[in-house]
């Protein structure tokens, strides 16, 4: 009896460490590898309206979670938009009215330039952690990538995202396909990875398809074309001044 006791002592500890990470700790894991204080970026949405495409171009300096400026340079008609999000509010300015307005209330729900992205995603805070516990739902293969399937459901109310199902590379830590839910359990926008980059010690989205399921149409593609981080990035960008520049 004596004998065989560490014997049992190890067999009971075996499933434990069969188990794996638990969910908590892989957000945390995709959360450093995703993060980044400073960047700057070039990107493209091919937005796949149910009449036309078209692609809208721009390029976005952020600092942190709560500070970003966008400007759009093309197509033409949207060529000189301006945005700015200072932790929970964002304003847009228009050359075209020469006004600068809050987007505020319901308006965070309109879509953004007429793609599947609305100015509400553009609000969420990046940090998942913040927003979501995370469960183990699976063990995936992806696209020839092992991935874990997780689980993540909201610790706040006041969130557009009920939950989510990410699928995380199990080796770069990135996610490559996401679900997003209602409360009510319907899907409501989908997102998947088609080309993946590193840059530094980070592994990034080079290019997504974004889906509305609730829209017409085939989606928004996402483009990254010229990525910059820890860049020097000037305060004075992070100013309402800034926006009529």
């Given at each position: 009896?004596?004998?065989?006791?560490?014997?049992?002592l190890?067999?009971?500890?075996?499933?434990?460490?069969?188990?794996?990470?638990?969910?908590?700790?892989?957000?945390?894991?995709?959360?450093?590898?995703?993060?980044?204080e400073?960047?700057?970026?070039?990107?493209?949405?091919?937005?796949?309206?149910?009449?036309?495409?078209?692609?809208?171009?721009?390029?976005?300096?952020?600092?942190?979670?709560?500070e970003?400026?966008?400007?759009?340079?093309?197509p033409?008609?949207?060529?000189?938009?301006?945005?700015?999000k200072l932790?929970?509010?964002?304003?847009e300015?228009?050359?075209?009215?020469?006004?600068?307005?809050?987007?505020?209330?319901?308006?965070?729900?309109?879509?953004?330039?007429?793609?599947?992205?609305?100015?509400?995603?553009?609000?969420?805070?990046?940090?998942?952690?913040?927003?979501?516990?995370?469960?183990?739902?699976?063990?995936?293969?992806?696209?020839?990538?092992?991935?874990?399937?997780?689980?993540?459901?909201?610790?706040?109310?006041?969130?557009?995202?009920?939950?989510?199902?990410?699928?995380?590379?199990?080796?770069?830590?990135?996610?490559?396909?996401e679900?997003?839910?209602?409360?009510?359990?319907?899907?409501?926008?989908?997102?998947?990875?088609?080309?993946?980059?590193?840059?530094?010690?980070?592994?990034?989205?080079?290019?997504?398809?974004?889906?509305?399921?609730?829209?017409?149409?085939?989606?928004?593609?996402?483009?990254?074309?010229?990525?910059?981080?820890?860049?020097?990035?000037?305060?004075?960008?992070?100013?309402?001044?800034?926006?009529?520049?």
């Open positions: 009896m004596i004998r065989s006791l560490p014997l049992l190890a067999l009971s500890a075996l499933p434990f460490r069969l188990q794996g990470p638990s969910g908590d700790e892989l957000l945390r894991k995709v959360d450093q590898n995703m993060f980044s400073k960047k700057i970026v070039l990107s493209r949405m091919v937005i796949h309206g149910r009449r036309e495409t078209r692609t809208v171009e721009s390029k976005s300096w952020q600092r942190g979670t709560s970003s400026y966008t400007e759009f340079l093309a033409a008609r949207e060529k000189g938009t301006k945005m700015l932790t929970d509010m964002l304003w300015f228009s050359p075209s009215t020469d006004r600068t307005i809050m987007i505020s209330g319901h308006m965070l729900r309109q879509s953004l330039m007429g793609s599947d992205l609305s100015y509400e995603d553009m609000m969420e805070d990046p940090h998942l952690p913040n927003l979501y516990s995370a469960t183990v739902a699976s063990q995936e293969l992806l696209r020839g990538r092992d991935c874990w399937v997780l689980d993540l459901k909201s610790k706040k109310e006041d969130i557009a995202y009920d939950h989510r199902q990410i699928w995380v590379d199990k080796e770069r830590y990135l996610a490559l396909r679900n997003l839910y209602a409360k009510s359990g319907r899907l409501l926008k989908t997102a998947d990875v088609r080309e993946v980059m590193r840059v530094q010690n980070h592994w990034l989205a080079k290019s997504l398809l974004y889906k509305d399921v609730l829209k017409e149409g085939e989606g928004t593609e996402f483009y990254v074309d010229s990525l910059k981080l820890d860049a020097q990035i000037p305060d004075y960008l992070f100013s309402k001044a800034a926006l009529r520049r």
